[in-house]
């Protein structure tokens, strides 16, 4: 039996970047089911921070990573973050969601402008013009391409630097309740702490239940992203990030000469080891063409994963009612590698009873926001 202060359960964004913080606080042990840490969600996003998603309470809690997300670097470490430009488009009949957006980018101060659609497809000049295609437009200077590998690892690296551990391979089969705390059972290894976290993503629910605690109805949804060579000899590394403010698509460089695009289709999943499916990929590939003058000749490559949502769709952070010492902190959706700093401030705080961080407050947050109470969990 291996004894510890706390018990987290998954080793992706979620669960390394909390356990990172409550190794400040005493003994954690990082539980991952897979070979590596960020094998699901965390490995498999696009790795953008923009304000082009999510409600105020998201926003707001991007609003308040980002400046934690873009801080140089400690000296040998890589940045997490480089600025690069978001491009948000609209048709003729979308002008009232760009128009909301915008007023979103004012309220945070965002280095932001909003452009003709000329001026549009001067960044990205593949671009259609016109009411159906690109009929306004807004440009964010402010976004971030974040470098995701290095944010895992620069709280891995955090995580053992305070003395904690991450054990791979340990899926967890089992919890019970034993006397004031926990007993997880995972990997042939017994664990035994008084806090368990459950940092499962897709999976939270599943977790859960073994614990005999209520579900909250996390919902996983499969996401899909296509690679394909953007124009030949052309560095597209410049192009902005574009994103439609309605249905449609969004497009960024990978390199010098690769692109991405995902329709940003949501597709409810079982939790799984979420894989790309033909009609997605073409309905991707087709969205970029119907917009733009790019042809995609070949798909070079292609992923799907899992981003997983509450009910309600916002973060779920605290303890669970009627089981003392079992924390959720799952359902990052579309944005937890955008929402890390806040959210693992706010799960450190959850998680050791200590009060509410003042900038979050400040910012018109809460506990109440987060809590599984609110989903009657
Ligand atoms: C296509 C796509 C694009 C995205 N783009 C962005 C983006 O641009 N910006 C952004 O901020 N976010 C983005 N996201 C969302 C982001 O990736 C997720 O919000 C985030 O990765 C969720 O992290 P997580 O740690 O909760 O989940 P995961 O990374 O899935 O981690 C959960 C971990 O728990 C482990 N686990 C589950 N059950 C058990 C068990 N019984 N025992 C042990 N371990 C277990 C799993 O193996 C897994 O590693 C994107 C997601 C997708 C799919």
Redesign the pocket.
């Known amino acids: 039996m291996r004894q510890a202060d706390m018990v987290v ?7 390394l970047s909390h356990a990172a913080r409550l190794a400040q606080h005493g003994t954690v042990v990082v ?4 070979s590596a ?13 923009h304000f082009g998603l999510g409600d105020a309470i998201v926003r707001a809690l991007t609003a308040l990573s980002l400046p934690d997300l873009a801080a140089p670097p400690a000296e040998g470490h890589p940045a997490l973050a480089v600025r690069h430009p978001a491009l948000h488009i609209a048709r003729a009949d979308e002008v009232a969601v760009l128009d909301a957006l915008e007023e979103v980018h004012r309220q945070f101060g965002c280095d932001n402008v909003r452009i003709t659609p000329d001026e549009a497809r001067a960044l990205l000049p593949v671009l259609k013009t016109g009411p159906e295609h690109c009929h306004a437009a807004l440009v964010d200077h402010g976004s971030l391409k ?1 470098d995701t590998d290095a944010m895992l690892a620069a709280h891995l690296a955090d995580l053992r630097a305070h003395g904690g551990t991450l054990v791979t391979g ?4 089992a919890i019970k309740r034993q006397g004031s705390g926990w007993q997880v059972a ?1 990997g042939g290894e017994t664990y035994a702490a008084p806090l368990v976290i459950n ?5 939270a629910d ?2 859960a239940q073994m614990a005999a605690v209520t579900p909250i109805g996390i919902e996983p949804r499969r ?1 899909t ?1 296509i690679s394909f060579a953007g124009p030949d000899s052309e560095d597209v590394s410049p192009w902005p990030f574009t994103k439609t403010v309605g249905k449609g698509f969004y497009l960024l460089p990978e390199g010098r000469g690769q692109l991405i695009a ?1 329709s940003m289709d949501q597709t409810p999943s079982d939790p799984c080891d979420a894989a790309s499916e033909e009609l997605d990929i073409a309905i991707a590939a087709d969205r970029v063409e119907q917009a733009t003058t790019l042809p995609i000749r070949r798909i070079s490559h292609s992923w ?5 949502f509450a009910p309600d769709e916002l973060p779920v952070i605290g303890h669970a009612a009627r089981a003392p010492g079992f924390v959720w902190c ?1 359902g ?8 890390a700093p806040a959210l693992s401030l706010i799960a450190e705080s959850a998680v050791l009873g200590l009060p509410f961080p003042d900038d979050c407050a400040e910012a018109g947050l809460s506990f109440a926001m987060f809590s599984p109470a609110r989903l009657g969990a």
Do not use: C, D, M
């Not at 539980?31 to 897979?34: R, S, T």
């Not at 940092?199 to 999976?203: F, H, K, R």
């Open positions: 359960i998954g080793g992706g964004i979620a669960g539980l991952e089911g897979e840490p960020g094998y699901h969600a965390s490995g498999r996003s696009v790795a953008f921070a974040l340990a899926q967890v089969s995972a940092a499962a993503g897709a999976w599943k977790v996401r992203v995902s799907a994963g899992l981003r997983s799952a990052q959706g579309g944005y937890g590698f955008q929402t």
